[in-house]
């Protein structure tokens, strides 16, 4: 569980990020996940974590572990431009919301997402 406190003049310790939103891209499995669970842990309370993930589903690991973050999950396909819209838009309204009064310090992307499958086929002449 995150150990984030807030210092004597009130703004969150963190990493000294003061409060963060944060899109984290892939994280439903593999090196996103470890990222997702990495940077949760270093995120002042109340600050955003957003997860882009492929299909609806869960951040509830994350919700559970760190209940002192704003966390949802952005469910859309990255791979098509519809998807990239979506997930625009849905950051763009939780900032909105995010941003009820509260002082957004930091705005930080961590972009996972991939097909490592077509990288390799690509790499094997596309079999």
Avoid: K
């Amino acid at each position: 569980m995150a150990s984030s406190s807030s210092s004597s003049s009130g703004e969150p310790s963190g990493l000294g990020l003061g409060w963060v939103a944060c899109l984290v891209t892939g994280p439903s499995w593999g090196f996103g996940q470890s990222v997702a669970r990495l940077v949760a842990a270093r995120l002042a309370p109340g600050s955003l974590l957003l997860l882009a993930v492929r299909s609806a589903g869960a951040p509830g690991e994350l919700r559970a572990a760190y209940p002192e973050l704003r966390i949802q999950a952005l469910p859309a396909d990255l791979g098509a431009d519809e998807g990239l819209q979506r997930v625009a838009r849905d950051t763009a309204d939780a900032l909105r919301r995010h941003h009820d009064g509260a002082r957004l310090q930091r705005l930080l992307l961590l972009n996972n997402a991939g097909d490592w499958l077509a990288g390799a086929r690509a790499g094997r002449g596309g079999r």
